[in-house]
């Protein structure tokens, strides 16, 4: 079945410091591809996405591109700030099925 | 106005006990879902439903139940809970299963 596996955390980075975090995917097709960023005691919330190969999804200077030949899809940042500490969940979804997620990475971010 | 609304968000019981969590969307949604998030973070859908389908990920005991009254609301009912139930229950919605999705603040539910 379909999965993704991205790096196991915790990250912790000094702040201004460049953040990748891992991420590749498992399944059949073409799925669309997706981080979505958990808050301390919030829900999840989409952070970017990218809907076929080469796309390169990015949002509050967050980007990740869709690499199809390695079945890829990895979060970077600059330059983090300790507002984005926070789990960060790689995702596909592909035909009718709900999302899949990764395992989550939790980033620390200190001063 | 909160797009996907869930309720209680705190949720402490005895094992054994029948609870209800309930799920509300105010943005048209056709697809509801409901994943358990695990202490290790882990997110693991249960349940999706629109107004034509329920999918069940076959790995949930039949202890747990969506109730859809509506379309816009999707409640998870669980019997005799036990404690290996404990986590955070998030209820979700998008308008299409292949697009965004919306998720509620969660629901944690503690069984002792």
């Known amino acids: 079945g379909d999965s993704v596996t991205q790096m196991e955390g915790p990250v912790t980075l000094s702040e201004e410091a460049f953040l990748t975090i891992n991420c590749t995917y498992t399944a059949t097709g073409y799925p669309s591809l997706f981080w979505y960023v958990q808050y301390p005691g919030e829900g999840l919330q989409l952070l970017l996405k990218?809907?076929?190969?080469?796309d390169k999804g990015s949002n509050k200077g967050f980007e990740a591109t869709y690499r199809k030949e390695t079945t890829s899809f990895h979060l970077e940042k600059g330059s983090v700030q300790v507002s984005d500490s926070a789990v960060y969940f790689c995702?596909?979804?592909?035909?009718?099925?709900?999302?899949?997620f990764g395992k989550g990475t939790r980033l620390s971010v200190i001063a | 106005d909160t797009a996907v609304s869930q309720t209680p968000k705190y949720l402490v019981t005895q094992m054994g006990n029948d609870k209800s969590i309930k799920c509300e969307q105010n943005?048209?949604?056709?697809?509801m879902y409901w994943y358990k998030q695990d202490s290790k973070k882990f997110l693991k859908i249960m349940f999706s439903y629109n107004n034509k389908e329920l999918i069940i990920n076959e790995t949930v005991p039949n202890r747990f139940s969506p109730k859809s009254p509506d379309k816009a609301h999707l409640n998870l009912h669980i019997n005799s809970l036990e404690l290996g139930d404990s986590a955070v229950y998030f209820c979700?919605?998008?308008?299409?299963?292949?697009?965004?999705?919306?998720f509620g603040q969660g629901t944690r539910l503690t069984v002792v």
């Open positions: 943005l048209g949604h056709d697809t």
């Open positions: 979700a919605s998008s308008q299409e299963t292949n697009g965004k999705a919306f």
């Open positions: 995702a596909l979804a592909r035909g009718n099925t709900p999302l899949v």
């Open positions: 990218a809907t076929k190969a080469d």
